[in-house]
């Protein structure tokens, strides 16, 4: 039997965590995420796990190296700022194919940016999370049960690939409260399974002629091979794809948005359908991959316009969309960024703006 | 009837030579931390967490489960192996770039924490497989590509002495400082070692076992005159001896 409760979106991740059978945790201090590794430090000693504070970012990042390595399920978190230190220990995790997940609750930038809610960092957190060209599964919740179900589903996805994962929320979700079902506790026996299923690759309890060598490239060669290994792995990628259409059937102006963002284009949409515009939205439920087909798919003869909802400026899903849209259609943006939030009226507004000028 | 009086340790792979340079003495530490875990029976449960550069060249010689950790984060990476597996024997291995500049916060951060791991630091005062660039226990005057005219101190400070700066904190457990230029002083750091992984092995905590070694090669000397180098300047920057020993008998 799943429970329902009231949970502010923190720590229904770091529950949700803990029930996927998360046992190791180390992070940071940093707002707006400060509530995930609070809840995992009283959390952790209540399952056998490991919670550590780590000394930075850089560490804890290295340290979610180690812990994953061993086939423990592991986790950190960050946000913005803190998140541009993982790059080091989450482009190694890719190289090494370590497990692991890592959840970024966004707040501004660039810089120090703000402790208040943005969407700033899709470029970074869908393209390049390190250095390497390497690619990651990228989760975009916009609901504290979707943050509760995705980071569950983000320990099997890092399992199944061998690759980091990344939960990519935002300052909104991460200190708001909703009523969650959350999932079931994953059993000692099964941590037990999926640990013995890893052990071929983990870092410790080998005997000599069995070692596990566990690298992140290095001396030694072969990892053009290895690269090309991992792109064979990228290419399976498209049944990962995932996204919502919500009242695209006849709908004549799109809104794009993720996340907190398409929390309140789903209001935008059903408030210009009360004034006689048809309006839809498609959301990507992750953002890597990017569901370009639900664009490229679009019948342009119908659809006049694109919305891009973003709480990030410059845009930067807008990219995404163009590339998948070619010119076949306007796209126009309704943006916030540095911690402001973008509101129902001005997305409204945008978005009759956009209509009044293309039907 | 012949009697074997010396074998090489399981703890390197077989049928395998040495690729540091002549003179250097990565080969022998690497051979006396298999002796020591073969001693103890406990090759199979030994993780080598690498460090990169000279260090990284490890993986090519060690037979037991090993990682290579970014840039100074051993010590952050054998955190997270050692507490999620317990029963592992765990050391970094790590050079004086990596361990005392780069990841320096980690070093002291994990000290400081007590964490029951093993630092091999291996103090050769240079950067050496990146050309010879100056490190943080480069001695003063000492030549190296990023200070030709020799470490003038007013302008890029002093050397850092790891053992000493780590015996400021309470919780680490052994900080010794050896070498092993003479046979004496390689069974002294085979003895290091031994003290090291036994205390782990205890639970005690935080054991660092700093080997002052030569590089001949980017010292710019040939492999005698780097002993004679190491023992005069060397030695009296970095003196061997116990730094603390929590456990030792009084």
């Known amino acids: 039997m799943s429970e329902r409760v009231f949970m502010k979106g923190c720590e229904a991740i770091a529950e949700a965590a803990t029930r996927a059978g998360c046992r190791f945790f180390a992070g940071y201090p940093i707002t707006p995420q400060n509530e995930i590794p609070e809840y995992f430090a009283r959390r952790m000693p209540e399952v056998g796990g490991v919670f550590v504070q780590g000394e930075s970012e850089v560490a804890s990042v290295n340290m979610l190296y180690g812990a994953a390595s061993t086939g423990t399920r592991a986790m950190s978190s960050s946000s913005s700022c803190g998140i541009s230190l993982y790059s080091e220990g989450v482009s190694y995790m890719n190289a090494a194919r370590i497990p692991a997940v890592y959840v970024n609750v966004q707040r501004g930038g660039p810089g120090i940016g703000a402790i208040q809610p943005a969407q700033q960092d899709y470029l970074q957190a869908t393209k390049a999370s390190g250095n390497g060209g390497f690619r990651m599964l990228v989760l975009a919740p916009a609901t504290v049960q979707e943050c509760v179900d995705m980071t569950y589903r983000a320990f099997d996805l890092a399992a199944k690939y061998q690759n980091p994962v990344l939960v990519l929320t935002d300052g909104v979700m991460g200190t708001m409260m909703e009523p969650v079902e959350l999932p079931p506790m994953k059993s000692d026996e099964e941590l037990a399974e999926l640990k013995a299923a890893y052990h071929y690759r983990a870092v410790v309890g080998h005997p000599l002629g069995e070692a596990v060598f566990c690298r992140p490239g290095g001396i030694g060669g072969g990892w053009e091979e290895i690269n090309k290994e991992t792109v064979k792995m990228y290419e399976t990628w498209d049944s990962e794809v995932e996204y919502e259409e919500f009242m695209m059937d006849d ?88 911690g402001e939030l973008l509101t129902n009226d001005q997305v409204l507004a945008a978005a009759r703006a956009l209509a009044k000028e293309v039907l | ?104 916060a980690e070093t002291i951060l994990a000290a400081n924490r007590g964490e029951n791991f093993t630092v091999i630091f291996v103090n050769n005062c240079i950067y050496g497989m990146t050309g010879g660039q100056m490190a943080p226990t ?77 590089c001949p090669t980017n010292w710019g000397l040939t492999p005698i005159a780097a002993l004679d180098f190491l023992r005069d300047k060397m030695f009296a920057e970095f003196p061997l001896g116990v730094i603390r020993d929590k456990g030792a008998v009084k």
């Open chain 1, 251 to 338: 709908a004549e102006i799109v809104l794009a948005a993720y996340g907190i963002s398409a929390r309140i284009s789903r209001y935008v949409v059903k408030a210009l359908r009360k004034e006689g515009i048809k309006a839809g939205m498609i959301r990507p439920i992750k953002v890597s991959p990017f569901p370009y087909e639900a664009f490229d798919k679009l019948d342009f003869d119908r659809v006049k316009g694109i919305l891009n909802v973003e709480m990030s400026i410059p845009a930067q899903m807008k990219w995404d969309i163009e590339y998948a849209v070619h010119g076949r259609c306007p796209i126009a943006e309704s943006l916030r960024s540095g």
């Open chain 2, 1 to 104: 009837m012949e009697k074997q009086v010396y074998k090489k340790t399981l703890g390197v792979l077989p049928n395998t030579v040495s690729g540091f340079c002549p003179g250097c003495m990565h080969s022998t530490v690497h051979k006396l931390i298999g002796e020591v875990a073969e001693d103890l029976g406990y090759l199979d449960k030994l993780v080598r967490v690498e460090g990169v550069g000279c260090c990284g060249l490890g993986q090519l010689y060690v037979s037991h489960d090993s990682t290579i950790a970014a840039h100074g984060r051993g010590c952050a990476v054998a955190t997270g192996i050692k507490r999620c597996t317990p029963e592992s024997l765990v050391y970094t291995y790590q050079g004086d770039g990596d361990l005392a500049s780069i990841g320096m």
């Open chain 2, 138 to 214: 480069t001695l003063i005057g000492m030549k190296s590509t990023t200070t030709p005219k020799g470490r003038n101190p007013e302008e890029h400070g002093y050397p850092i002495h790891m053992c000493e700066v780590l015996n400021q904190l309470t919780a680490p457990y052994y900080l010794e400082r050896v070498s092993c230029d003479t046979p004496q002083h390689v069974i002294a750091t085979r003895k290091a070692i031994k003290k090291a992984f036994q205390y782990q092995l205890e639970g005690k905590g935080f054991s660092m076992v700093e080997i002052v070694t030569s």
